[in-house]
């Protein structure tokens, strides 16, 4: 009943940018913490960048200055503005939410679906 839906994956060259949105749907009471996850070939998945619900950041050392992660709560959604991409950015993305959900009410760690994100040299 509830689940992240993420959009803004595809092809870009070396140096450009790209905005990724996850969305949560269904019967959500609120958002903690929501965050962005990689997993590229041959690699274990890490931890790109995470925000809090009163919007502190955190992120992965090798995309500081150049990725931007950011949260509408109203919408329910949290973004990522990839800028600068290099190669090695290549991989499948992951946003991650601790949902508060209803009914139990309870908390939630939900994954979206993953979108791909390659960048050419």
């Known amino acids: 009943q509830v689940q992240l839906v993420e959009s803004g994956g595809g092809l870009v060259q070396a140096g450009g940018s790209l905005r990724l949105s996850c969305a949560a749907s269904?019967?959500?009471?609120?958002?903690?913490?929501m965050g962005w996850y990689r997993q590229a070939p041959g690699k274990e998945r890490e931890l790109v960048a995470s925000?809090?619900?009163?919007?502190?950041?955190n992120y992965a050392d090798s995309v500081k200055g150049r990725f931007t992660i950011s949260r509408d709560n109203a919408k329910n959604t949290v973004y990522l503005q990839m800028n600068s991409l290099k190669s090695e950015d290549t991989a499948v993305y992951y946003c991650?939410?601790?949902?508060?959900?209803?009914?139990?009410?309870?908390?939630?760690?939900?994954w979206g679906q993953g979108t791909l994100v390659t960048v050419s040299s």
């Open positions: 925000i809090s619900r009163g919007g502190m950041t």
């Open positions: 991650n939410a601790a949902v508060v959900v209803r009914f139990p009410y309870r908390n939630l760690k939900l």
């Open positions: 269904g019967s959500i009471v609120s958002i903690n913490d």
